[in-house]
Structures are given as structure tokens and as C-alpha cells.
């Protein structure tokens, strides 16, 4: 995502440190591969904010395909995987963030059910870029 924006702490934090900043909280990696290359990723991980709502929320992070196979299919394939894996974790909702100039991720998300969360509703963050945040809750699906 560099063509959009720079990598900040948190990017560089959880890419150069997988096992501490995702595996080791609880999270998942999925990565979509074809022809043995890597051509998408994503992760699923506790929240870095609990709304301690009483549900049990996971956050998709590092979400991605690669740039030149864009439109083929492979992020719903990557977030088809994220959803099934917050499932088989027992979460009841999957919140996530982004920014609005990524108009094909934002409509991926709407189209698997995430929601807008309102002004009201929005979330602490670390990161400068992101100005739309979204939730899915499980059991409305």
C-alpha cells in the first residue's frame, strides 16, 4: 500500500515483528497464493481498542493484493478466509479501519457486511491515514 501512503510506526511495527505484533496476540495470517508466488495477505488479531461492549471483537489488519492482479478476486478470497477464521475463533464481531481513497477495499468490505461506524462510534487510532472504520457483526450475517 506504499503507492498510497507511507508506512507508519504501527505499519512497520506489526510487518517487521509478525510473531509479537499478531501471532503472539492471538492472531492469525492468511495468505493467498497462486502458482506458488505470494499474491495477497492478510491478518486477524485481537483489537488494539476493547469497547468491552461484552462481545468478542477481532481486527483485520495488513489487508492486501498484489498491486498487478488487483481486481481478480483475490482480496474477497483473503477476506472470505479472515471472516471464516474470526468465526472458527468465536468472535462475534470483526472491526477494521481504512481510508476512503481506497474505493475498490471499501467496497470489498461492504459487500462482505461490514458497516460504517458513525461519528459517534469511531474508535482510537494509531494512524494518521485512516478515516473510516467499519464493523461486521458476526451474527447479523
Not at 492478510?42 to 476493547?50: K, M, S, Y
Not at 468472535?91 to 481513497?101: M, Q, R
Request: net charge negative; with cysteine; aromatic share 6%.
Amino acid at each position: 500500500m506504499e503507492e498510497y501512503f507511507v508506512l507508519e510506526d504501527s505499519d512497520r511495527e506489526q510487518l517487521e515483528e509478525l510473531e509479537a505484533s499478531i501471532l503472539g496476540k492471538g492472531g492469525q495470517i492468511v495468505v493467498a497464493e497462486q502458482d506458488g508466488l505470494v499474491v495477497g495477505t492478510g491478518a486477524i488479531l485481537p483489537p488494539h481498542h476493547d469497547p468491552d461492549d461484552g462481545r468478542s471483537w477481532l481486527e483485520i489488519v495488513k489487508m492486501a493484493a498484489r498491486k498487478d492482479l488487483r481486481g481478480m478476486g483475490i482480496g474477497r478470497t483473503v477476506m472470505d478466509a479472515l471472516i471464516a477464521q474470526a468465526e472458527a475463533m468465536d468472535a462475534d464481531a470483526i472491526w477494521l479501519e481504512t481510508n476512503a481513497d481506497l474505493k475498490a477495499a471499501v467496497r470489498l468490505y461492504e459487500r462482505s457486511g461490514f458497516r460504517h461506524l458513525g461519528a459517534d462510534e469511531l474508535w482510537p487510532t494509531p494512524y494518521a491515514r485512516c478515516n473510516v472504520q467499519m464493523v461486521l457483526l458476526l451474527g447479523d450475517r
